[in-house]
């Protein structure tokens, strides 16, 4: 029904789609915007990965980027902490602004950045230590120390990955022990440990199993109470579990971003629509 | 028809998969079989001299192929040495022990910080063509090494080093004392380091470019610095290759021949007193001395330089096998465990 109201007219809004999921969604939410993007163009060499994105990330919620393979969603996500700095030839145009400030102003040091602005990737590494002092790394790197505070830093990050009762008599074994889906949670707990104000996830269930994922999904949602949290997947479900708002992206374009309801139900665009109901992607 | 096709099959793989175990198994065990060939043929061939020198071999820091032009002979259990002959080997082996030390203690550093850099803080042209030449450098023949240790780092030693090293760290043992020609100790330390380097650097680097670029990129993530990155998460990672590189450089070091033996002075019946006294290793002086030893009627002089190269090959595999023990321990220790450093 929704589909063939849209097929009318491709940019067109139509007031009567938009105003039904939104409302209840947005009144509590009264979230500030975490991440401005303005106008952010993204350049690896000669190739334009990312064009004009301008969109606000609101905190204290999940945000999920979905869009095809190759479209520049990880280049977006990695954009938001510098993760990009190293690509050869990389350079940007227009502003990406964090709390106000601007990530690429000469101010920012990378380093500082990424402490604030944590980052769970698609396969998880463990490093080449302990449990224990895979998530004490990060505190100990800051300068923490004592032993008391060390070993509460570590259980409240653990228990806020929902592994501390699978890995508390184990700490000093090393992580590569853990199972894949115990080692994702030990990188959620590891980012939780430095206390960041936003965590982003690139496909971070691709590589699990269903229920590992399913864990992993109810742990964002907690989360988002105390984190900011951008979520990159493939996955459209989970995009439409997790997430409030979702952005579509499509060659490097954002092409809808708005809330996640309305995107997986009455997106005002075609070719959001055709991607979330599964013809294209 | 099927039925023989189908049968047929799994036989063939079968006899194939056996033939291709037997063959990795021999392939596995050629390189200790061949080792110890060679030693237990070494050491039949060196047991004459065993027999005749007993311990003093050991013991003695005098070496002597005593009167090789005829005279009366020496006879020991039954064994025949020319008149005046000595063989001891303790002078050998205290040039061969200081100047890989030396060599261990300046080229590990260097060649592991090389690699650091090669890898983590070089942008990738410099490191390809830095890379190209370490490659280079590794594989050139020592005796090109002995000869710009001989006309460049000798004389450089003799008359600049060794006198300002003397008058600036002289009250530290064995860094005082006259620097003289410049041959010696010094001089076959750097010349071993020099070539040493190049191979800890290139295994080093091969290790540390294996580190999987998704850790590397977690660390990051984290707010580690590119330093933190190296130090937490590279070498730890790579440690057992980079312990590899050093070994060998070690093992190379320790057996190494012609670059020492032109630049050591060839010491013989006095053992080092300072860092610039006269030395020869153990694999220098076999060389150096295998020449007139065949002259020795009594064969004894060539039995003697193959008892010193039996212990050579005992030392270079006990000195393996100590490094990986002083390793494991300091892994214990918490000087290599930074990351677990914490006060009550
Ligand atoms: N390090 C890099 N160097 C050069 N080009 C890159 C690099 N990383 C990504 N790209 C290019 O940028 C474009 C976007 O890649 P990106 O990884 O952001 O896509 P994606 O949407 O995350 O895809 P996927 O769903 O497959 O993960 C691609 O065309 C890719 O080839
Ligand atoms: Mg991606």
Request: aromatic share 6%.
């Amino acid at each position: 029904m929704i589909r063939e109201e849209d097929a009318t007219g491709r940019e067109h809004r139509d007031p009567g789609i938009v105003s039904l999921p939104e409302e209840p969604v947005d009144e509590p939410r009264a979230n500030r915007a975490m991440f401005v993007l303005d106008g952010f163009d993204l350049y690896f060499g000669r190739a334009h990965i990312l064009k004009g994105i301008t969109l606000e990330i609101p905190s204290n919620q999940v945000t999920a980027i979905i869009g095809p393979s190759g479209c520049g969603k990880s280049s977006l996500l990695r954009s938001l902490n510098r993760m990009n700095d190293r690509v050869p030839g990389m350079r940007v145009e227009g502003k990406v602004l964090f709390e106000g400030d601007d990530v690429y102003g000469q101010s920012v040091d990378p380093v500082t950045l990424r402490r604030r602005v944590g980052m769970v990737f698609q396969r998880p590494t463990p490093f080449p230590m302990s449990i224990f002092d895979n998530v004490a790394y990060g505190p100990r790197l800051h300068g923490l120390a004592k032993r008391s505070e060390l070993d509460r830093v570590v259980e409240s990050s653990l228990r806020d990955a929902g592994l501390w009762d699978v890995v508390k008599d184990t700490l000093r074994k090393p992580a590569t022990a853990l199972s894949g889906g115990e080692q994702q949670r030990l990188c959620i707990a590891r980012t939780l440990a430095v206390d960041p104000e936003v965590i982003l996830l690139d496909e971070p269930t691709s590589a699990l199993d269903p229920s590992a994922t399913t864990r992993i999904e109810e742990l964002l949602q907690r989360l988002a109470e105390r984190y900011t949290i951008v979520i990159v997947t493939h996955n459209m479900q989970q995009a439409a579990r997790v997430s409030e708002d979702t952005a579509f992206l499509l060659s490097g374009e954002l092409v809808e971003f708005g809330p996640t309801d309305k995107i997986f139900r009455a997106p005002d665009d075609r070719r959001t629509e055709d991607y979330v109901t599964g013809r294209f992607g | 028809m099927s039925e023989t096709t189908v049968s047929a099959r799994p036989r063939r793989g079968r006899v194939s998969s056996r033939a291709w175990g037997v063959a990795s198994g021999l392939a596995a065990a050629a390189t200790p079989l061949i080792l110890l060939t060679i030693l237990v043929v070494l050491a039949i061939f060196a047991w004459r001299s065993v027999v005749w020198n007993g311990l003093g071999f050991f013991t003695s820091t005098k070496w002597n192929l005593g009167n090789l032009y005829g005279g009366s002979l020496v006879v020991r259990h039954g064994i025949a040495a020319p008149q005046g002959a000595e063989y001891g080997m303790l002078v050998f082996v205290t040039g061969t022990l200081l100047s890989s030390a030396i060599a261990i203690v300046l080229a590990v550093p260097v060649g592991i910080g090389v690699a650091v850099a090669l890898t983590s803080f070089s942008p990738r042209g410099l490191a390809t063509v830095v890379s190209f030449f370490v490659e280079l450098l590794a594989g050139v023949p020592s005796v090109v090494f002995g000869l710009w240790g001989f006309t460049v780092l000798v004389p450089w030693i003799g008359a600049t080093v060794g006198p300002g090293m003397s008058k600036v760290l002289g009250f530290i043992p064995f860094f005082g004392g006259q620097a003289q020609t410049g041959l010696g100790l010094l001089a076959s330390g750097i010349v071993l380091a020099v070539m040493i380097v190049p191979i800890i650097t290139a295994v080093s680097r091969d290790a540390l470019a294996k580190v999987p670029r998704e850790l590397l990129e977690q660390g990051r993530a984290l707010g580690l610095t590119e330093w933190e990155i190296v130090r937490d998460l590279s070498l730890p990672v790579a440690r057992p290759a980079v312990i590899g590189a050093v070994i060998l450089g070690l093992g190379r070091a320790l057996g190494e021949t012609m670059a020492v033996l032109m630049v050591s002075g060839s010491a013989v019946n006095s053992l080092p007193h300072n860092l610039y006294s006269p030395i020869s290793t153990m694999a220098s002086t076999i060389a150096a001395q295998l020449d007139s030893a065949m002259t020795d009627a009594t064969g004894m002089a060539v039995h003697a330089l193959a008892e010193l190269a039996v212990v050579l090959f005992l030392i270079t595999v006990l000195v393996n096998l100590l490094v990986k023990r002083i390793v494991r321990t300091l892994e214990q220790s918490p000087v290599l465990l930074w990351a677990e450093r914490e006060t009550e």
